[in-house]
């Protein structure tokens, strides 16, 4: 009687699923949304344009490279008379 009584409290303390499988995985973060209002060159309405925080941030990096690259070429003013 011992014998089937411990061996039911082994069995009821035994769990039967892993704790891998009975937590959730972990969901990716939503990535930072950013909208703003543009108006296309040439059009006359204006667009709303909704973009991840991350490509608003590479896209105004891209263009201060850009103004940065335009700012630093010699100008025809600047250079000496032959």
Known sequence: MLAVLF???MLAAADPTPASATAEPAKPAKPEVVC???KPTGGHF???VCVTREEADKA????QNTMTGLNRRPKA???PAK
């Open 7 to 9: 061996s039911t409290l």
């Open 36 to 38: 703003h209002n543009e």
């Open 46 to 48: 204006v667009e709303r």
């Open 60 to 63: 105004e990096q891209a263009a």
């Open 77 to 79: 003013a600047d250079k």
